[in-house]
């Protein structure tokens, strides 16, 4: 890009406006060409920005590297995930204790400081919902229909679930009711996917939590979850002894946020 720009030849110059047109013109020209290169460069960005708790340009940087189109490595699939998980987990926080805030300020009785607090989490979720949107455009747009083995489309169709799910913890009415049929098509999709995968494989096995957590706490249909979470429980039960010691630590970790949470839902 250097040696391009000091390659340029400015045009002859014949006046005043003429010289100042052709002073500000080059450095015009020379942004231009520079913000094509960004991507090359985003994910080495996106990690700087990781280290310095800045998850917001860290998801852009991400964002630019799948708009390259070139498929990602499984290190770059997770700083993708990463990003915007983390991106979101602040808000989601923020939202929930803005609730809080409103629900305990109108209890004692101080209804203009809970108007106050309302209007906070509606920002806050106008962010959430931006960011869930952009996320859910980039898997539904290049990364799902792209994915070229089962792994792979099974990690993209469980976080197209998960962020469908965000969507549906503030959404209401329709709106929650579409967004609710979208992450149950993603999970269910991801579900046939993960069929091609051992059972105690990390991906599937968290895409099997996080549809039963969704069925529980979206669908409200505690039995779905329970079946979801056995049965994904149970099968990787049964490969544990003989699998990879790659997979084994994080199917044991996975195998007990289901065992508990099948404590909770069948007492």
Same mark, same amino acid.
């Given at each position: 890009a250097?040696?391009?720009?000091?390659?340029?030849?400015?045009p $002859?110059l014949?006046? /005043?406006?003429?010289?100042?047109c @052709? *002073? =500000?013109?080059? &450095?015009?020209? +020379?942004?231009?060409?520079?913000? $094509?290169?960004?991507? /090359?460069?985003?994910?080495?960005? @996106? *990690? =700087?920005?990781? &280290?310095a708790? +800045?998850?917001?340009?860290?998801?852009?940087?991400?964002? /630019?590297?799948?708009?390259?189109?070139?498929?990602?490595?499984?290190e770059?699939?997770?700083?993708?995930?990463a990003?915007?998980?983390?991106s979101?987990?602040?808000?989601?926080?923020?939202?929930?204790?803005?609730?809080?805030a409103a629900?305990?300020?109108?209890?004692?009785?101080?209804?203009?400081?809970?108007?106050?607090?309302?209007?906070?989490?509606?920002?806050?979720?106008?962010?959430?919902?931006?960011?869930?949107n952009?996320?859910l455009?980039?898997?539904?747009?290049?990364?799902?229909?792209?994915?070229?083995d089962?792994?792979?489309?099974?990690?993209?169709?469980?976080?197209?679930?998960?962020?469908?799910?965000?969507?549906?913890?503030?959404?209401?009415?329709?709106a929650?009711?579409?967004?609710?049929?979208?992450?149950?098509?993603?999970?269910?999709?991801?579900?046939?996917?993960?069929?091609?995968?051992?059972?105690v494989?990390?991906?599937?096995?968290?895409?099997?939590?996080n549809f039963?957590?969704?069925?529980?706490?979206?669908?409200?249909?505690?039995?779905?979850?329970?079946?979801?979470?056995?049965?994904?429980?149970?099968?990787?039960?049964?490969?544990?002894?003989?699998?990879?010691?790659?997979y084994?630590?994080?199917?044991?970790?996975?195998?007990?946020?289901?065992q508990?949470?099948?404590?909770?839902?069948?007492?």
């Amino acid at each position: 890009a250097t040696s391009r720009s000091s390659a340029h030849l400015e045009p $002859p110059l014949r006046s /005043a406006h003429h010289l100042q047109c @052709a *002073r =500000v013109t080059p &450095r015009l020209d +020379r942004t231009k060409r520079r913000r $094509p290169a960004m991507p /090359a460069n985003s994910f080495a960005l @996106a *990690r =700087v920005a990781e &280290r310095a708790g +800045r998850y917001d340009d860290m998801a852009e940087f991400m964002k /630019a590297r799948v708009e390259t189109g070139r498929p990602l490595s499984s290190e770059e699939r997770d700083m993708f995930s990463a990003a915007f998980k983390n991106s979101l987990t602040e808000r989601r926080q923020a939202v929930r204790m803005a609730h809080f805030a409103a629900e305990t300020e109108s209890q004692d009785g101080r209804s203009h400081n809970a108007e106050l607090a309302l209007g906070y989490k509606s920002k806050v979720v106008a962010e959430l919902q931006q960011i869930c949107n952009k996320v859910l455009a980039l898997l539904q747009e290049r990364l799902v229909p792209s994915a070229s083995d089962a792994e792979t489309q099974c990690f993209f169709l469980k976080m197209q679930g998960d962020y469908y799910r965000y969507l549906a913890e503030f959404s209401e009415g329709e709106a929650r009711g579409t967004v609710a049929e979208g992450a149950n098509r993603a999970y269910s999709a991801g579900v046939q996917a993960a069929q091609h995968l051992l059972a105690v494989h990390p991906v599937r096995l968290g895409l099997c939590l996080n549809f039963s957590v969704f069925q529980h706490e979206v669908m409200r249909d505690t039995g779905a979850a329970i079946s979801t979470a056995r049965t994904a429980f149970e099968q990787a039960a049964e490969e544990l002894d003989s699998t990879d010691p790659q997979y084994r630590n994080d199917a044991v970790m996975t195998m007990q946020l289901l065992q508990d949470n099948l404590s909770l839902w069948e007492q």
